[in-house]
Nanobody, 125 residues
Framework: VQLQAFGGGLVQAGGSLRLSCAAS????????MAWFRQVPGKEREFVTS????????YYADPVKGRFIISRDNAKNTVDLQMNSLKPEDTAVYYC???????????????????WGQGTLVTVSS
């Protein structure tokens, strides 16, 4: 599976941005999908995930109520709608996919086998 994330950019605090992750080589309909983010000097941080079986979604507390993950199986994409952005949301955002996750691992980067190249989101104050 090859993943390509795009849609990052510069936005003012309080604004919105929508990231997309396009997959090729395999359908996303049977893959668990996630978004992580990373700032220099820190570990990659879980943002949100979407399970293919049952459709359950998970969110990290800092983004709960502001970010929404959605998937379009027909287009083979997964999107991240980010609202009410804050300067602390500034990071490189990565999409990830996995096929062997269990509930206890959906927030763990090591559980995902496939990664996109990352897209930079900068939120100015």
């Amino acid at each position: 599976v090859q993943l390509q994330a795009f849609g990052g950019g510069l936005v003012q605090a309080g604004g919105s941005l929508r990231l997309s992750c396009a997959a090729s080589g395999r359908t996303l309909s049977r893959l668990d999908m996630a978004w992580f983010r990373q700032v220099p000097g820190k570990e990659r941080e879980f943002v949100t995930s979407s399970r293919w079986s049952g459709g359950r979604t998970y969110y990290a507390d800092p983004v709960k109520g502001r970010f929404i993950i959605s998937r379009d199986n027909a287009k083979n994409t997964v999107d991240l709608q980010m609202n009410s952005l804050k300067p602390e949301d500034t990071a490189v955002y990565y999409c990830a996919a996995g096929s062997t996750l269990i509930t206890s691992t959906v927030r763990s980067a090591y559980a995902y086998h496939y990664w996109g190249q990352g897209t930079l989101v900068t939120v100015s104050s």
